[in-house]
């Protein structure tokens, strides 16, 4: 798999739970496959630097931000059995810990509703703005990481 070159000089360590995306993506749709993996380790090991510039790149990419907000619809599914509501309709209280930005329920609710393939994925995620994209690879990623960290009571607490 791909790996972007940073600026920052080191590599992170895989202590994934979670298998990223595999490898085919990358030769179908053109998604940075790799990218996903480099930047799930770095938010793992807490590396704010090498998050920030891997986010750049994800946010800039449609088919590699598809790839990764479908990915954490993927994981929520498995977890939970379907999308919770809050991925749909964003949290209830303003004071929630986990505040799902607008963009990924967006593309979560297709996902939901129409079970999105990557193609689909990669349509919306091409339709969003910059900042828009990168909210909702942001979203994806907190949700990667926190069910990690929390398990099923990460998005519900
Ligand atoms: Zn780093």
């Not at 360590?13 to 770095?42: C, M, N, S």
């Not at 931000?65 to 964003?90: D, F, Q």
Request: proline content about 5%; charged content about 20%.
């Amino acid at each position: 798999m791909a790996r972007i070159l940073l600026s920052t000089d080191h590599v992170h360590r895989p202590r994934r739970r979670w298998f990223p995306p595999t490898a085919d993506e990358e030769k179908e749709h053109g998604a940075v496959v790799g990218l996903v993996a480099q930047l799930y380790d770095a938010v793992l090991d807490k590396c704010a630097q090498c998050q920030q510039e891997l986010l750049a790149h994800v946010a800039g990419d449609p088919s590699t931000a598809g790839v990764l907000v479908g990915w954490a619809c993927l994981i929520t599914s498995e977890n939970y059995g379907e999308l919770p509501w809050i991925l749909l309709e964003g949290a209830e209280r303003a004071d929630a810990p986990f505040q799902p930005s607008a963009a990924f329920c967006s593309i979560a609710a297709e996902y939901d509703h129409c079970g999105l393939g990557p193609a689909g994925l990669y349509a919306f995620c091409g339709a969003l703005s910059d900042d828009e994209r990168l909210q909702a690879a942001e979203t994806a990623l907190e949700i990667v990481v926190g069910l990690d960290d929390f398990g099923l009571d990460f998005m519900f607490r």
